[in-house]
């Protein structure tokens, strides 16, 4: 992600924070949005994505 080679990843905390941080991106969502899912994929609507304001 730092190398700008990736669009999107799924991590987990600490490196989450400290990746969108360093790369000034942004956090589509997080296990507190959707406590009742462990999220290992996400496919979401362009929509969705164009609000969040991804880099």
């Given at each position: 992600?730092?190398?700008?080679?990736?669009d999107?990843?799924?991590?987990?905390q600490p490196?989450?924070?400290?990746?969108?941080q360093?790369?000034?991106?942004?956090?589509?969502?997080?296990?507190?949005?959707?406590?009742?899912?462990?999220?290992?994929?996400?496919?979401?609507?362009?929509?969705?994505?164009?609000?969040?304001?991804?880099?």
């Open positions: 992600m730092q190398q700008g080679l990736l999107a990843a799924v991590l987990w490196l989450l924070g400290e990746t969108a360093a790369i000034k991106g942004n956090i589509i969502f997080t296990t507190q949005e959707v406590d009742t899912l462990v999220i290992d994929r996400l496919v979401s609507r362009s929509t969705i994505l164009a609000q969040r304001k991804l880099n």
